[in-house]
Nanobody
Framework: QVHLVESGGGQVQAGGSLRLSCVAS????????MNWYRQPPGKQRELVAS???????NYADSVKDRFTISSDVARSTVTLQMNNLKPEDTAVYYC???????????????WGQGTQVTVSS
């Protein structure tokens, strides 16, 4: 199992920046992909960005060219740099770790507790 702790959320005006961090502990060697999800008020949770193998990244269309995901494997940390924030980015942001453990190989997921990001216009 992996324990995840997010930090860095807060309130910012539109156009501003925030940097979210997620520190993983526990079975970190089993992690294959780290994700950032978000859940806006009254909406479903959605995938924002992912990083696999510490290098391969993917982004939701809504955040491309504004958000950057990166990881520090040695420190078991993944960060999400968010620039040019918009009011529609307001949400609770969650860190997610996908792991492969076994044998037999099986996929597991763990979640952080979430951190609130509020962007005012």
């Amino acid at each position: 199992q992996v324990h995840l702790v997010e930090s860095g959320g807060g309130q910012v005006q539109a156009g501003g920046s925030l940097r979210l961090s997620c520190v993983a502990s526990g079975s970190t060697l089993s992690i294959v992909t780290m994700n950032w999800y978000r859940q806006p008020p009254g909406k479903q949770r959605e995938l924002v960005a992912s990083i696999t193998g510490g290098r391969s990244t993917n982004y939701a269309d809504s955040v491309k060219d504004r958000f950057t995901i990166s990881s520090d494997v040695a420190r078991s940390t993944v960060t999400l740099q968010m620039n040019n924030l918009k009011p529609e980015d307001t949400a609770v942001y969650y860190c997610n770790a996908v792991q492969i453990r076994g044998p037999p190989a099986h996929e597991y997921e763990d979640w952080g507790q979430g951190t609130q990001v509020t962007v005012s216009s």
